[in-house]
């Protein structure tokens, strides 16, 4: 069975850093691409980021460009968001999501084959 368990969800001030985990299980993690979204309340789920199965390619959101990160850690089988400069409008729930093909360009949730269960992270102004 697949797990992809988020982490690292918390309130901070506008400005502020905040890195967020997710752990997979249940599959071959090397093997599958890893992507961030994000739901706001009262809006559309949006995609994030997107990071190769070995790390070497990355695409983001104009949204987060120049401010967020991702990494991954397969021999941790663990995925991250680091977000820095964080904006009120960044406020949202926050799920990562797996794909076993890697596309370097903006997904759908629905284009994922396997999604966690969201942290949410808030930040204040």
């Known amino acids: 069975q697949v797990q992809l368990v988020e982490s690292g969800g918390a309130l901070v001030q506008a400005g502020g850093s905040l890195r967020l985990s997710c752990a997979a299980s249940?599959?071959?993690?090397?093997?599958?691409?890893m992507g961030w979204f994000r739901q706001a309340p009262g809006k559309e789920r949006e995609f994030v980021t997107v990071?190769?199965?070995?790390?070497?390619?990355?695409y983001y959101a104009d949204s987060v460009k120049g401010r967020f990160t991702i990494s991954r850690d397969n021999a941790k089988n663990t995925v991250y968001l680091q977000m820095n400069s964080l904006k009120p409008e960044d406020t949202a729930v926050y799920y990562c999501?797996?794909?076993?093909?890697?596309?370097?360009?903006?997904?759908?949730?629905?284009?994922?084959?396997?999604w966690g269960k969201g942290t949410l992270v808030t930040v204040s102004s």
């Open positions: 999501a797996a794909r076993e093909n890697y596309a370097r360009t903006t997904l759908t949730w629905d284009a994922m084959d396997y």
């Open positions: 249940g599959l071959p993690f090397n093997s599958y691409s």
């Open positions: 990071i190769s199965w070995g790390g070497g390619s990355t």
